[in-house]
């Protein structure tokens, strides 16, 4: 293993996709095995100004704490306290370990090998294909995502780095498709990674998304994932973004919008919507401030359960701040 070179094609991969600023600080988030640990390595050898972040779910009882120990003393992690109870799934303890430093840049370790058992899993689990994103709407990257598992293991070979193995990994969803249903792919067809590889970057329609546009005329709204409702009004259909919580500063569009209010939301405008209060319409907001109709679609308001507090730029609020960055 080349350290060296593989260093530069991770740089070359951040450069390409804009990932991380130049010089920049990021935040690694590590389990202490190979994958995030070759991440922590290469991006501190690259010049980037990396902390690390352990996230301890105690779900292997000491073994966890001793992965713990390992990326306080080996990668000076920060380690904190993920537990979420004996039955959580897979899913709430993704949300949970997302939901720490989610002030700062975050990357994690996910690999080329990691997108292939996530695409054949998603074709299996939903029938249509869909793979991890190099950078996630909450601003986690994926610096590694071009690297082979067998690359970050010869790396931290290469470069002396102790790494932890979670033995518990063949029991898991991925441990099932990486040890048991891929080496059947490769015997069936030698370039079937490669295969579902590529399928990790096609964009094709959903069943849901099918049924949604054969539906009858009417109102149907269908969350896509990634932040995107695709809303179907009548003879329309047009995509929105979901609703984001105000509590820190939204960047939507030109704008950015903060409260110190509890329970705001940012979402577009919806047909009837109303200001809290009263009885005028949004649309009736838009027309009186001649707002464009091709504008108005994506134009921000905040609310607070069904009712539309603030319209940015038209309508002010107490303790909403919203300022428009001109172009």
């Known amino acids: 293993m080349d350290a060296e070179g593989f260093r530069a094609l991770v740089e070359r991969d951040i450069r390409a996709h804009g990932l991380i600023p130049e010089d920049g600080e990021v935040v690694c988030l590590v389990s202490g095995g190979p994958d995030s640990t070759c991440l922590w390595h290469a991006l501190s050898e690259l010049g980037y100004r990396v902390s690390a972040l352990h996230v301890n779910h105690g779900l292997r009882g000491e073994e966890s704490e001793e992965d713990a120990r390992f990326c ?47 695409v054949l899993y998603r074709l299996v689990s939903s029938g249509a294909p869909g793979g991890i994103k190099r ?26 780095l102790p790494i932890r193995l979670d033995r518990t990994n063949p029991d898991t969803k991925r441990g099932l498709i990486r040890d048991e249903i891929l080496p059947l792919l490769r015997r069936l067809h030698p370039a079937a990674e490669a295969n579902l590889l590529r399928l990790a970057e096609r964009r094709t329609m959903t ?32 995509l929105e973004r979901t609703p984001v919580p105000l509590d820190r500063e939204v960047c939507w569009g030109p704008w950015r919008i903060e409260s110190e209010l509890p329970g705001l939301k940012v979402r577009t405008w919806r047909a ?13 907001v838009f027309v009186d401030a001649k707002i464009p109709r091709s504008e108005r ?23 909403v701040r919203a300022v428009r960055e001109e172009a």
């Not at 994926?142 to 002396?160: I, K, V």
């Not at 009837?272 to 009736?284: E, P, T, V």
């Open 72 to 118: 306080r003393d080996e990668l000076g992690a920060e380690v904190v306290d993920g537990r979420g109870g004996t039955r959580a799934t897979e899913d709430e303890l993704r949300h949970i370990r997302y939901s720490f430093a989610a002030d700062r840049l975050r990357a994690t370790g996910h690999t080329a090998s990691d997108q292939v058992e996530t």
């Open 135 to 160: 950078r996630r709407e909450d601003g986690v990257v994926r610096p590694l995502l071009s690297r082979r598992r067998e690359e970050t293991h010869a790396y931290c070979r290469a470069a002396g």
């Open 207 to 238: 069943p849901e998304l099918a049924e949604l546009l054969d539906a009858p005329v009417g109102s149907k709204r269908l969350d896509l994932g990634g932040g995107r409702l695709a809303v179907r009004e009548h003879e329309l259909l047009f």
């Open 272 to 284: 009837g919507d109303r200001l809290a209060g009263r009885r005028k319409k949004i649309q009736d």
């Open 297 to 319: 679609e994506a134009w921000p308001l905040v609310v607070r359960g069904d009712e539309v507090v603030a319209v940015p730029g038209l309508v002010e609020a107490p303790g």
